[in-house]
Structures are given as C-alpha cells and as structure tokens.
C-alpha cells in the first residue's frame, strides 16, 4: 500500500501563487505515472498535470503556462507550482499516484485532497 497525503492549499487573491505538496510513504515500488486532479464543487473531478515515467510532464489546457508540475524522487514528493490564479481554479486538489506494487500488481492510490480557494 502507498499513501499520499498533500498540503499547501490555502486562501489566495486571483494573480497569486501557491505550491502544492504531495508527500507518498509505504510500500513504494515503481510509480508509473504522478499527476494532480481536482474537483470543484457540483463538478466532475478533472486533469490537471501528470508526469509519466521519465517522460515530459503533460497539462490541462486550462492550466498550460501557468502550472508546473515537478518530483523529488529522492523525497518521494510531487510538486504543483501554481501561478497566476484565477477564482476557477478553486477546487479540492488531490495527488493521483498509477503504482505498480511489489507484487507487480497495478494500482491507482489517491490523496485526502487539499483545498484551494482563490478569491476574486
């Protein structure tokens, strides 16, 4: 079992910055893919940013230039830079992790959430 827990949501006026945390412990084996989702109240969750593996980190376009997503392996920790708020951004923010455990079986773990409201 992996665990993810965030932190760093909070309350900030529209052109402001926050940096999300997401801190993984447990049995961490191989991530396949990290990434950020988030939901607004009455919505769907959705897409944010993910890195895949080694590869180049993907985003939402609604977030493009504005968001970076980035990992400390050696802390096992995910990053979300995030500039430029808009109140649209207000959402509940949550870590996604696609792991492969040790008995190489495939797992989708997800984080508590973090609250981030942006006020106009």
């Known amino acids: 079992q992996v665990q993810l827990v965030e932190s760093g949501g909070g309350f900030v006026q529209a052109g402001g910055s926050l940096r999300l945390s997401c801190q993984a412990s447990?049995?961490?084996?191989?991530?396949?893919?990290l990434g950020w989702f988030r939901q607004a109240p009455g919505k769907s969750r959705e897409f944010v940013a993910a890195?895949?593996?080694?590869?180049?980190?993907n985003y939402a376009d609604s977030v493009k230039g504005r968001f970076t997503i980035s990992r400390d392996s050696a802390k096992n920790t995910l990053y979300l830079q995030m500039n430029s708020l808009k109140p649209e951004d207000t959402a509940v923010y949550y870590c996604?992790?696609?792991?492969?455990?040790?008995?190489?079986?495939?797992?989708?773990?997800w984080g508590q959430g973090t609250q981030v409201t942006v006020s106009s």
């Open positions: 996604n992790a696609d792991h492969t455990d040790s008995d190489w079986t495939r797992r989708n773990y």
């Open positions: 890195i895949v593996g080694g590869g180049s980190p």
């Open positions: 447990g049995a961490i084996f191989m991530f396949n893919r």
